[in-house]
């Protein structure tokens, strides 16, 4: 089992602690509403926020790994195994949120778990051909014209549960951040020889490359549609949603836009990681409050 691939089931844990935090920070008031107040406020808050701004920090780290090591190898394998954060979601959100699970959740987490370890027995990790840069485009358009629509529609129909469609945009957002970090560090891999985070003259490279501006621009977007996420619903409900788009959007440029090769036993495993957290949504999505609440009384 390659040390890459152990680093990025370690970022997945930083991923879903991070995610559990922002969600404490964010829901300490109950009537934590973030649409509904102006720009100032909301900064004002997460500055004050210590809890938030922990898992801001943890999430940072994860970042600045994952970018590293998926210069390495395929975003396909990476982004897979990096969905086990959402089992990490779950299981810290029963703990620390008083949130629950029903029978079909758990299904869920043990497709996921059984997905991930055939992911993590993948002896050929670097596939990819390069970047098809016309494709990378097409795809970030779609991306844009999707998000600021669902935006409009929730704004427009005053939606309640705005947090299923902020969990969408979330998941659109940061699968195309993923491709972009990917499309980025191919740039300066195949112009300079070489990537490292710890380089300043990589950084500066992989800052004056174009794809990076769309990166920021979508993790902008990305991080204020998972802020709004958090502060309405339940972390099992929204985490594995926005995991399902962004694992699609990212597998999916893995093919179509790094050539990457999809092995019998890669696709096996994305099958299997992506079956289980279909399962986790649609069983939260579909799960009876009233019925558990009396279970649990």
Known sequence: ???YLLLVFFCSFLYGLSAVLCKIGLQHKRDTN????????????????KIWLLGIVISMIANVTIIQIQSFIDVSVVYPILNFSYIFVLLLGVFFLNESLNTWQYYGVLTVVSGTLIILLIADTTTGTGTNSTRLLSISAISLCIIFGLVAFVHNRKIKQYEIFYAICTGISFGNVETYM??????VNSEYGDFSVLSMNSLIQFINMWPFLI???FGIIGWVCMQITYSHGDVSVTVPMFAVIQSSI???????VFGEFFSSQKIL???MIVSGVVILVVSALTRNPETETARDN
């Open 182 to 187: 990917k499309a980025n560090t191919n740039l």
């Open 215 to 217: 990166l920021i621009l």
């Open 250 to 256: 990212t597998l999916g440029c893995g093919y179509f």
């Open 1 to 3: 089992m390659s040390i």
């Open 34 to 49: 973030l649409p509904a107040y102006s720009i100032s406020t909301i900064v004002l808050f997460l500055i004050k926020n």
């Open 269 to 271: 495993g994305v099958a």
